[in-house]
């Protein structure tokens, strides 16, 4: 079993940074891939990075790419990511997930734990 508690949310201006923490319980979290995930009201959930179980992989939507970073700190059981030039479209609720041996998938029902959500918003 794992819990997932997200923190870092919170509202920016366009253009600004802001960098989300997740914090994993248990002793197993370096077997487990990361994602985060957000999802806007009216719609769906949508991938935004992921990172390998080592680390030494990541994943990010095309969406994302160039501005946010994933990274993780297995010793801190932690994963973050990192949002520099924030869009008012990455307004949404941010959720970190966690695939047990998985490598980084961007498939939101390979993911066996998923966090409480934080909220972001970006003001134009």
């Known amino acids: 079993q794992v819990q997932l508690v997200e923190s870092g949310g919170g509202l920016v201006q366009a253009g600004g940074s802001l960098r989300l923490s997740c914090a994993a319980s248990g002793r197993t979290f370096s077997r487990y891939a990361m994602g985060w995930f957000r999802q806007a009201p009216g719609k769906e959930r949508e991938f935004v ?5 080592s680390g030494g992989n990541t994943y ?3 969406s994302v790419k160039g501005r946010f970073t994933i990274s993780r700190d297995n010793a801190k059981n ?3 990511l990192q949002m520099n030039s924030l869009k008012p479209e990455d307004t949404a609720a941010y959720y970190c997930a966690a695939d047990y041996q ?3 998938t961007k498939a939101s029902p390979q993911y066996d734990y998923w966090g409480q959500g934080t909220q972001v918003t970006v003001s134009s």
Request: glycine share 14%; charged share 5%; proline share 0%.
């Open 60 to 62: 990010y939507a095309d």
């Open 78 to 80: 932690t994963v973050y």
């Open 102 to 104: 998985g490598w980084g």
């Open 49 to 53: 990075a992921s990172i390998s179980w």
